[in-house]
């Protein structure tokens, strides 16, 4: 793991300069993101990894913005934290940037209720005025394929196609603000409710990617149709089409990054790639 002990010095001055004495230093998470809880009601988050493929802070203000926006109008998100500026803030190199806490609770969310809360962020954001860059993950991971030797010369050329084929499909239909990593690891059930977090990777594509996203693990690697069916329904009406193709853009984007995400991937995850890789292989664009 990742030596936390800068990016928390960075967090915690940050946070004294906006008048909030920190009093503890409870360590949520430590990858190449560092997730800490600073007082009873302040959650840092701090962008550990500086060699990575995003550099600088354009994209943080993009989260920011968007995660403001959220915040503001009501939606089932985790909110900034109103103490601070939502930012981004920069400190001794450290992006970051500050959230309240919220209480985890053990119950598995209703999938009715997953379809339920990302149509209402969709109805929020289409209302977000500031452009946001069109189908940004999977143009960006064509660059990182073009950079990076991350498969061999076959599957790297497999991922670039089905990339390649899905912004040319996806980039004719309407689009919107996204959330653009809308997996289960990107919600919590809290005492709040059900709640959105983590909007580093939004965009502007169709609402059918976000729920491509949401469904993909659900559908297709664990077959499980009443879940995928269920939150359809809930969210309402998608364009199949659309829906199709962002199922095979997420999947290549997805394996994409693993090797960037998951550079010492265990059994589990090396299961899974394997799984998405072989999908890909079979599925037609």
């Not at 709640?195 to 693990?217: H, K, M, Q, R, Y």
């Not at 664990?222 to 329904?233: G, K, M």
Request: proline share 8%.
């Amino acid at each position: 793991m990742p030596d936390p002990e800068l990016p928390l010095r960075a967090a915690t001055e940050t946070a004294i300069a906006h008048g909030i004495t920190p009093d503890r230093c409870d360590i949520l998470q430590n990858s190449s993101t560092l997730v800490v809880r600073l007082t009873e009601t302040l959650v840092a988050r701090v962008v550990q990894d500086r060699d990575g493929p995003r550099q600088g802070t354009e994209w943080f203000a993009r989260e920011n913005a968007i995660a403001h926006h959220l915040t503001v109008h009501g939606a089932p998100v985790i909110p900034l934290h109103p103490d601070l500026p939502p930012g981004p803030h920069e400190h001794l190199g450290y992006p970051m940037n500050f959230w309240e806490f919220v209480t985890r609770i053990e119950a598995e969310p209703e999938p009715q209720e997953i379809g339920r809360t990302l149509r209402q962020c969709h109805e929020i954001m289409s209302r977000f005025a500031e452009p946001l860059p069109e189908l940004a993950i999977l143009t960006e991971s064509i660059a990182i394929l073009d950079e990076r030797e991350l498969f061999p010369a076959a599957t790297q050329q497999l991922l670039r196609d089905h990339l390649t084929k899905s912004i040319e499909v996806l980039s004719a239909y309407p689009h919107q603000p996204l959330h653009g990593d809308a997996h289960m690891g990107n919600l919590m059930n809290t005492t709040r409710g059900l709640l959105w977090t983590d909007w580093e990777d939004t965009f502007a594509g169709p609402v059918e990617w976000d729920v491509a996203s949401i469904i993909w693990n659900a559908k297709l690697l664990d077959e499980d149709q009443a879940t995928v069916n269920a939150i359809l329904e809930a969210y309402g009406p998608v364009d199949e089409q659309a829906l199709h193709q962002s199922l095979i853009g997420r999947a290549a984007v997805m394996t994409a990054w693993y090797p960037i995400l998951y550079p010492t991937p265990n059994e589990e995850r090396q299961r899974r790639l394997r799984s998405r890789i072989e999908w890909l292989e079979s599925v037609k664009s």
